[in-house]
């Protein structure tokens, strides 16, 4: 499984050759596509061969392309290529509604929980509020403890006055996180045979990725966290900010009791999803929990 984040930041060609990645910039890098798991081309003046791309798809490797504000705007996601791809559809189809709102349930519950403890990470007033409220979500999340909980949380992390509408550094910066995580448990997902525009609770029909945004929604906290640690109101969206953003990729979660890396946290988030899809039991599916900001560091 690929363990490198490449942010290509300056003009160059990517190529590949003998199952390498090849970067020519003014010098000429060559990484093993095995080991690369996501690329993000900040730069407008990269150029990308065709057989780059294709191998790009067949080593499941995430490319991110971004607009002219540096923000991703693009996802290159390979077509399935699970061994029983039909028979992963007709699971995605058959989910009962019980089963759809128990996952979403719990989803919900995690993100609330994740929520609290970012508040709590930062020393902040209503993490207590953000654990009530995580407690009284039912089946589906029919009285939307989802929104009022994001609410109350992000009045508590940024202040009364901030808006997720409001052009500024610190919404580019959460846009840029969250369009990370997304991509990353798009990729996990598709890895396992799932169809990612076939979602739990999310259905826009315009939407290729609703369920990676049903998964995703666990991990948002984790940006918010490094946001509001780092970013203030005045600040630049810097190369140095986008990096460290991108670099959440490989920060301590915990899972099932284990510190992992979020990309491997999302893999094992994806495969106890497998296992509960199989089943028909939601109680078996794993949730990364929030922990403070710190890079993995492998033994």
Excluded at 38 to 60: D, F
């Amino acid at each position: 499984m690929g363990w490198r984040h490449l942010l290509i930041r300056k003009p160059g060609k990517l190529s590949v050759r003998y199952n390498q990645l090849v970067i020519e910039q003014e010098e000429k890098v060559s990484i093993p596509l095995e080991d690369i798991c996501s690329i993000v081309i900040e730069e407008q003046a990269v150029s990308v061969t065709a057989a780059a791309l294709s191998k790009m798809a067949e080593y499941n490797i995430t490319l991110f392309t971004c607009d002219q504000k540096r923000l991703p705007n693009g996802i290159l996601q390979p077509f399935q290529k699970h061994s029983r791809q039909v028979g992963v559809l007709h699971m995605q189809y058959a989910y009962s509604k019980p089963f759809k709102k128990r996952i979403w349930q719990r989803i919900v519950i995690q993100k609330l929980v994740n929520q609290g403890k970012c508040l709590e990470f930062l020393h902040k007033e209503g993490a207590d509020e953000l654990y009530r409220i995580s407690k009284t979500v039912d089946s589906g999340d029919s009285n939307n403890r989802e929104a009022y909980g994001a609410k109350k949380y992000f009045q508590y992390l940024f202040g009364s006055e901030f808006t997720r509408r409001s052009d500024s550094v610190v919404n580019a910066s959460l846009n840029y996180g969250y369009a990370i995580m997304r991509g990353l448990v798009a990729r996990s997902l598709v890895g396992y045979g799932f169809f990612p525009c076939l979602g739990i609770y999310h259905d826009n029909e315009l939407n290729k990725f609703n369920l990676a945004d049903d998964f995703m929604e666990v991990l948002r906290p984790l940006v918010d966290l490094y946001v509001a640690q780092h970013i203030q109101l005045d600040d630049e969206f810097s190369p140095s900010v986008r990096a460290d953003l991108y670099n959440l990729a490989n920060m301590d979660i915990l899972l099932n009791g284990e510190k992992l890396t979020v990309v491997n946290a999302v893999e094992e988030m994806t495969k106890s999803f497998v296992t509960a899809s199989r089943s028909q039991d939601p109680s078996l599916l794993k949730l990364p929990e929030l922990l403070p900001l710190q890079l993995h560091v492998y033994e």
